[in-house]
């Protein structure tokens, strides 16, 4: 069974970094695809990035892609989401998915339903 946990939100300031890690205590994430989505109230959950479970496909929302890097690291069952030059409109709460891996992900990674297995999100405010 897969047991998400995110860590690493904060309060920044306009163009700080932070990384965020999405670990799972059942230590079976290296077997997923996985995605990290954030959330603000009142609107729709959105996908920030995606990795697939060996790590060697990665996928970007237009939004972050060049700021944004997911990586992995299935030795540790962790996954991260480095976030550079950081804007306000990335406030928000940020959550990381697990997907079982295969066609579906491959053609759906940017969806909510494609994934299985949710953290509670970590909350991230970026401010001037």
């Known amino acids: 069974q897969v047991h998400l946990a995110e860590s690493g939100g904060g309060s920044v300031q306009i163009g700080a970094s932070l990384r965020l890690s999405c670990e799972d205590s059942?230590?079976?994430?290296?077997?997923?695809?996985v995605g990290w989505f954030r959330q603000t109230p009142g609107k729709e959950r959105e996908i920030v990035a995606a990795?697939?479970?060996?790590?060697?496909?990665?996928y970007y929302s237009d939004s972050v892609k060049g700021r944004f890097t997911i990586s992995r690291d299935n030795a540790k069952n962790t996954v991260y989401l480095q976030m550079n030059s950081l804007k306000p409109e990335d406030t928000a709460g940020y959550h990381c998915?697990?997907?079982?891996?295969?066609?579906?992900?491959?053609?759906?990674?940017?969806?909510?339903?494609?994934?299985?297995?949710w953290g509670q999100g970590t909350q991230v405010t970026v401010s001037s």
């Open positions: 990795i697939s479970y060996s790590g060697g496909t990665t």
């Open positions: 998915a697990a997907a079982i891996p295969g066609g579906r992900w491959l053609a759906k990674w940017a969806e909510i339903r494609t994934y299985d297995f």
């Open positions: 059942g230590r079976t994430l290296s077997r997923y695809a």
